[in-house]
T-cell receptor
């Protein structure tokens, strides 16, 4: 079993839809959770950062962490064609970035 | 544009060879991270430097080494290259070594080993 799992997709949705992206993980020591967006042939860019369990909202993006279920989610409201990219979850267990692990990514296509 | 630069953009070399990838972090960032991204392994954290010192180590092979210089640029050295080392190599930088891990990624170096 991989340490962090994500459905690779591709996930295709119509413009304006609510998108739900998810990751599950096995290491209960993870405390810091991040979502990155990666456009084709570009480096990843940080979208959201969450510490421990709970929700965090930033514009059209909401990140949720459920440590009891070892499950994290990213919701995108009013999705746009410009949201079409690969979304990577990432997590770490301590302040020093030790054991920094990325999920394999979910490819999202938002169709106009 | 993230402000992180990487050279070269593309590199094609033969098995057994040695290459050096270079990264310049964003102005003011002290921490540099190296990652390998391949189709079957995803994005793998290799190593982190903070202000010239090694800070964290991930799944970095013994054939690979890195350093961060006094001017804060970093180099990743890959030796005895194998076909499986073909991948995208990303460098990222951040102002601090810890959370919130606001890392800014460079455009990557695509390495092809033939």
């Amino acid at each position: 079993q991989k340490e962090v799992e994500q459905d690779p997709g591709p996930l295709s949705v119509p413009e304006g839809a609510i998108v739900s992206l998810n990751c599950t993980y096995s290491n209960s020591a993870f405390q810091y959770f991040m979502w990155y967006r990666q456009y084709s042939r570009k480096g990843p860019e940080l979208l959201m950062y969450t510490y421990s369990s709970g929700n965090k909202e930033d514009g059209r993006f909401t990140a949720q962490v459920d440590k009891s279920s070892k499950y994290i989610s990213l919701f995108i409201r009013d999705s746009q064609p410009s949201d079409s990219a690969t979304y990577l979850c990432a997590m770490s267990q301590d302040n020093y970035g030790q054991n920094f692990v990325f999920g394999p990514g979910t490819r999202l296509s938002v169709l106009p | 544009d993230s402000g992180v630069t990487q050279t070269p953009k593309h590199l094609i070399t033969a098995t057994g060879q040695r290459v050096t990838l270079r990264c310049s972090p964003r102005s003011g960032d002290l921490s540099v991270y190296w990652y390998q991204q391949s189709l079957d392994q995803g994005l793998q954290f290799l190593i982190q430097y903070y202000n010239g010192e090694e800070r964290a180590k991930g799944n970095i092979l013994e054939r690979f080494s890195a350093q961060q210089f006094p001017d804060l640029h970093s180099e990743l050295n890959l030796s005895s290259l194998e076909l499986g080392d073909s991948a995208l190599y990303f460098c990222a930088s951040s102002a601090n070594p810890g959370p919130p891990y606001e890392q800014y990624f460079g455009p990557g170096t695509r390495l092809t080993v033939t």
